[in-house]
C-alpha cells in the first residue's frame, strides 16, 4: 500500500512511525511533513488546507489510503474531498467533524442526547452573554464556538474578567468568526483525562487513557499550549470509570452521532474530566491529540493500517484493539518564549542518540533541514517519549533522554507526570 499523511507535527510523526511498522505498507508520502518525519516517509510540499494539490497529488501517485490529522482540513472537508475523487481516506467527514469545529454544536448534542458535560448556554450576540453573566455564579467559562488552536477557553474568576472575556471573543474577535457564537459553561473541578478512540460509524472503541499539560510552565501556570508533555495511561482512569464511558459517553455519542446523520468514522478523542459528580465531558475533537498520539500509539500492538481500514469498512467489531501493559512518558522540547514568541533556526545536536532504541523516540513537531543540519522551526520542537515497566521508569526515562538533546533557548517542564506521585 501507498499511504499519505496529511500534517507536519509531533502527532503525525507518531502515526508514520506507526505506519512504517506495518508490513502492508510499501511507500509512506507526508504532506508537509517535518525533518523527522523525512527519515521515514517522503515529504511532500503541499499545505494541509490545499485540497486540490493534496488530491491531485494522491491520484498521480495511485495512494491507496490518506490519513487526514490536523482539526483545521478535517473541520473544512479533506475527507470528502478525496472521498469525492475515489480515494480512500481515514478521518471523520465534514459533517462529522463539526463535534470538534463548534462547540455549541457539541454541547447541543451531549444536551439532547443526555450525555454528561457542564451545564451551558450558547449565545450569538455579546448583549443577551453579558446579560446573562450579570446573574452567574463564578467562575465561569468562556468558550469560543469554533477552532482556536486550543485557545479560546476564558476561565473568568469574577464579573469584570468575564465581561473582557466577551469582548475578547465576540467584539474584539482575537479568534476570528470563531467567536461569532459563544459558549458560556459551569465551571467544574477534577482530574483531566484524554480517551482517543477509534470509530467506524458504530462500534467506538477507546484506546489506552493518557493525560495532558496544557499550561506552558511547571505547576500548571503559565498559559495554555498545544500540550507541554503527556503520560499514558492515566492511573486515574480506572477500569470503573471506562466501564461507566462507555456506557454513558462514547456509546451513547457514536449513537448520537449516527442518528443525527452524521456518521463518525476515525478518531474521536473525549476530553474528560472526572469531578465530584461523575465523569463529564470538557470537549471532543476530531482527531489524535497531540501530544496524547505520542504516548498512547507506541504502546499500540495492532498494525495500524489494519485498525483505520476497519474504521474505514465499518468492520471495528471484529478488531481486537491491545496495547502494551507499561507505561510511557512525553516532555516536549519547545523553544523558550512559547507559545506567545520565541526565535527558531537553531541547530539540534543529539538525534542520533535515539537510533536504534526501541523504548525511546524523537518526535519532531517543529523542525526542518538548513542543508544537512536539521534546525529548529516551530515552538514546540520535539516530542521525547519513552516507554518504562511502569509509569515511574518511563518518566525517568523521558526525563534522562530529553538531556541526549540541546539546542539554543531549549525549553521543558519539569513537572510533566507529577499527578503519578499523588496515586
Ligand atoms: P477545552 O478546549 O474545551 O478542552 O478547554 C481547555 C481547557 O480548559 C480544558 O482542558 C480544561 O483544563 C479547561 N476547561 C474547559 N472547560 C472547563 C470547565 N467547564 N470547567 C473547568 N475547566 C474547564
Ligand atoms: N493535546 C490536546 C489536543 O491535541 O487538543
Known amino acids: 500500500m501507498k499511504v499519505l499523511v496529511v500534517g507536519s507535527g509531533g502527532r503525525e510523526h507518531a502515526i508514520v512511525t506507526s505506519i512504517s511498522k506495518s508490513d502492508k505498507v510499501s511507500k509512506i508520502y507526508c504532506a508537509p511533513g517535518n525533518a523527522g518525519i523525512a527519515a521515514l516517509a517522503e515529504c511532500v510540499d503541499i499545505g494541509v488546507m490545499d485540497f486540490d494539490k493534496l488530491v491531485a497529488f494522491a491520484k498521480d501517485k495511485a495512494v491507496d489510503l490518506v490519513v487526514v490529522a490536523p482539526d483545521d482540513p478535517l473541520v473544512a472537508g479533506a475527507v470528502d474531498a478525496f ?150 495511561p492515566s492511573p486515574f482512569y480506572t477500569k470503573e470509570i471506562d466501564e461507566y464511558c462507555m456506557e454513558n459517553i462514547y456509546k451513547p455519542t457514536m449513537a448520537a452521532m449516527k442518528a443525527e446523520g452524521r456518521e463518525f468514522k476515525g478518531v474521536l478523542f473525549c476530553g474528560l474530566m472526572m469531578t465530584p459528580n461523575g465523569v463529564k465531558v470538557l470537549e471532543y475533537n476530531a482527531r489524535f491529540g497531540d501530544p496524547e498520539a505520542q504516548v498512547v500509539l507506541p504502546r499500540m500492538k495492532n498494525d495500524i493500517i489494519d485498525v483505520m481500514e476497519a474504521c474505514i469498512d465499518g468492520t471495528l467489531d471484529k478488531v481486537d484493539l491491545q496495547f502494551e501493559d507499561n507505561a510511557a512518558v512525553c516532555v516536549v522540547l519547545a523553544s523558550d518564549g512559547y ?74 517542564r519539569h513537572d510533566i507526570g507529577k499527578a503519578i506521585d499523588e496515586q
Open 83 to 232: 472521498e469525492a475523487a475515489g480515494i480512500r481516506a481515514f478521518g471523520p467527514r465534514a459533517n462529522a467533524a463539526i463535534i470538534e469545529g463548534s462547540k455549541a454544536f457539541s454541547k447541543d448534542l451531549m444536551k439532547k442526547y443526555g450525555i454528561p458535560t457542564a451545564a451551558y448556554e450558547n449565545f450569538t450576540d455579546a448583549d443577551s452573554a453579558l446579560k446573562y453573566l450579570e446573574t452567574a455564579t463564578f467562575p465561569i467559562v468562556l468558550k469560543a464556538d469554533g477552532l482556536a488552536l486550543g485557545k479560546g477557553v476564558l476561565i473568568c474568576n469574577d464579573l469584570e474578567e468575564a465581561k473582557a472575556g466577551v469582548k475578547e471573543i465576540m467584539l474584539d474577535k482575537h479568534f476570528g468568526s470563531a467567536g461569532n457564537t459563544m459558549v458560556i459553561e459551569e465551571f467544574m473541578t477534577g482530574r483531566e483525562v484524554s480517551v482517543l478512540c477509534f470509530c467506524d460509524g458504530t462500534t467506538i472503541k477507546p484506546m489506552t487513557s493518557a493525560q495532558d499539560h496544557k499550561r506552558a510552565k511547571d505547576g500548571d501556570q503559565g498559559l495554555n499550549t498545544g500540550g507541554m508533555g503527556t503520560f499514558s
Open 339 to 412: 507559545p506567545v514568541s520565541y526565535e527558531k533556526g537553531y541547530p539540534i545536536h543529539g538525534l542520533e542518540k535515539f537510533d536504534g532504541k526501541d523504548d525511546y523516540f524523537v518526535f519532531h513537531a517543529g523542525t526542518k533541514f538548513d542543508g544537512d543540519q536539521i534546525v529548529t522551526n516551530g515552538g514546540r520542537v520535539l516530542g521525547v517519549t519513552a516507554k518504562g515497566k511502569d509509569l515511574f521508569e518511563a518518566r525517568a526515562n523521558a526525563y534522562a533522554a530529553t538531556e541526549w538533546i540541546t539546542f539554543d533557548n531549549k525549553y521543558m
